[in-house]
């Protein structure tokens, strides 16, 4: 026994790897490594990995459940150093205006949501954890808690978000049905039900509340134009237990302790 636990603790101080059948192990694995420091989702992580694109030690790694000790091995993504992650996460909500792109840089120079953090922010790894379109607004959350983004954008994960969406004219009921049905849309893509509700009717426009429970790119959009809508405005009001409030445009803010524990456990992830 004694001479299993020197071998194991050698493997530690050298950085080799701990045996894979330890899943209770505080040690990560090097996909989950990558991913709670910011730099993808782990499945992103896997392709890299894969790909001999990733070091440790100096040692090209192709296995994804690789133990590591981030702060302590040295990981390298495309020859680049890999800071540890954080001891505390930041957690970011931002009130996303039109004309803004949802990523961290723009080959077409676009205004992006990067530019909109306050200085402070900017020093840190946050993504925008899923995307709103361009002529899209409201609620984005950026973090770089990248375990966070993994879970929430994973299609096995499924967090509410409610839409606030303006249409021109009058909705029939049966488009109403459809929605709640689940459609499938013109490229063929079968849609999950989604809740609708009119809200109020004004000035020629119908004032819509959805909620999706799925990641479709440019869901409401594509649902809308099937159905013969046309959207005048498209606005995110809540993430799971995130809600918008009064927060004006293209400002943003730290979520407090509570509103980050209850995200995370939203996501099925510990405090």
Not at 20 to 48: H, I, M
Not at 51 to 65: C, L, Q, S, Y
Not at 74 to 97: F, M, N, Q, S, T
Not at 173 to 197: C, D, W
Request: aromatic content about 2%; proline content about 8%.
């Amino acid at each position: 026994m004694d001479a299993k636990r020197d071998k194991k603790f050698r493997e530690r101080e050298e950085g080799t790897p701990l045996p894979r059948s330890s899943p209770s192990s505080p040690v990560p694995r090097l996909n989950k490594a990558l991913a709670q420091a910011g730099v993808c989702s782990r499945r992103a992580a896997d392709e890299l990995i894969f790909a001999g694109r990733v070091r440790v030690n100096g040692e090209t790694v192709v296995e994804p459940g690789r133990r590591v000790e981030p702060g302590r091995d040295v990981i390298e993504v495309d020859g680049r150093p890999v800071a540890a992650p954080p001891a505390d996460h930041v957690y970011v909500l931002l009130h996303k205006p039109v004309a803004v792109v949802t990523t961290v840089s723009d080959p077409e120079g676009r205004p992006t949501v990067m530019e909109l953090l306050p200085p402070q922010w900017r020093g840190r790894r946050l993504v925008p954890v899923g995307r709103l379109d361009v002529m899209s607004e409201g609620l984005l959350l950026l973090t770089d808690d990248g375990e966070l983004v993994n879970r929430m954008t994973h299609p096995r994960h499924h967090m509410a978000k409610v839409y606030a969406v303006t249409v021109k004219g009058d909705v029939p009921g049966e488009a109403l049905e459809a929605m709640r049905q689940g459609m499938r849309l013109a490229e063929g893509e079968r849609l999950a039900p989604a809740e609708a509700r009119v809200v109020r009717r004004e000035a020629g426009n119908t004032l819509l509340e959805l909620v999706l429970r799925q990641g479709v790119n440019r869901q409401i959009r594509r649902m809308c134009r099937d159905l013969g809508l046309t959207v005048v405005r498209l606005v995110r009001t809540k993430v799971g237990p995130l809600s918008l409030g009064e927060l004006p445009k293209g400002k943003a803010r730290a979520l407090d302790a509570a509103e980050a524990q209850a995200l995370r456990a939203a996501a099925g992830l510990t405090a």
